[in-house]
Each structure stands twice: as C-alpha cells, then as structure tokens.
C-alpha cells in the first residue's frame, strides 16, 4: 500500500543525502579512453589527467585543461549504467598552476551519450588546494556524465 505523505519528499532528500555522502568516486576505475575533451590546451594537459587523487604523471599536467575562449566539456563514460549523486572537483594541483580553478560549471547526464539531461549549474572552487563536492538536486541514473565549465579563474583548468 503506497501512500503519498507529506514528508514522503524529505524522506528522499535524507535518502539522497546519504547516498551522496557514503559515495566513492569511481573515476580512477575508469580506463583513459573513458574520459574525453571537446578540448584540450594541448597533449599534455589531456583528459585523462582530471582524476582528482591520482598521482601526477611525469611531463603532465596535474588536471585536464580546456582552451582560453572555447567551449569547454569533459565527458566521463562510466562504462555502465551508475547512481551518480554528486561531483567533486578541485583546482589544479601544486604544480605552481593551483591558482587555475573551474569557478562555475554545468552538469549534464544521459543514458545513451546522445541525449542529454541538464542537472543544473553549480558554484566550482573558490581558493587554490582545495576540493569540493557539490550534490545534484536527486540522484540519476546516467552511462554519461558531461562537466561544462561555465566560468575560471585564470585559465579553464
């Protein structure tokens, strides 16, 4: 017996909640070719350099960098179908660049990675070092995640 109550709206949002707060990013799981750019500030500051926690490669760059006055968009395919709750990002790693941060952005996901669901616009980094972790409205269910930077501190990175 299904009955709509009133709190039946807050008991999603705690449910929400906790899945967002007991969650684990399954990126560093995620083969490189999971993880593509509509661009790049060259080969060295590629995609597969965005995995927040992994250690920096040699003559890499410490995050994947967009290009100064383009649209910028990384597409994580997370090679099967996921509960996503949240995004966690991070300004560019202690690499004399951590001054380099994504200050806004756009979240999109999908089933397919044709169509597209708009979750919204989120606040990104505000101070260098520094990661944070903002939750979507209602947990998805998506194959894809898209990240559009919206606005950067200094370079789309």
């Avoid at 967009?66 to 995004?87: P, S």
Wanted: net charge neutral; aromatic share 8%; charged share 15%.
């Amino acid at each position: 017996n299904y009955t709509n109550s009133s709190n039946e709206a807050f008991h999603v949002d705690v449910y929400d909640q906790k899945l967002f707060n007991n969650s684990v990013g399954i990126i560093m799981l995620l083969p490189d070719n999971a993880l593509t750019a509509s661009a790049s500030h060259n080969d060295n500051h590629g995609p597969q350099n965005v995995r927040l926690g992994a250690p920096k490669k040699p003559d890499k760059s410490w995050a994947w960098c967009g290009q100064k006055n383009g649209e910028n968009y990384l597409t994580i395919d997370l090679m099967t179908t996921q509960l996503v709750t949240g995004i966690e990002l991070a300004s560019r790693g202690n690499d004399n660049h951590q001054n380099q941060m994504v200050t806004k952005f756009n979240v999109k996901t999908s089933l397919n990675g044709i169509n597209w669901v708009n979750q919204g616009d989120f606040i990104g980094c505000c101070e260098p070092l520094v990661s944070v972790k903002r939750k979507l409205s209602r947990s998805v269910v998506a194959s894809f995640v898209r990240i559009t930077i919206l606005e950067s501190a200094i370079h789309p990175s």
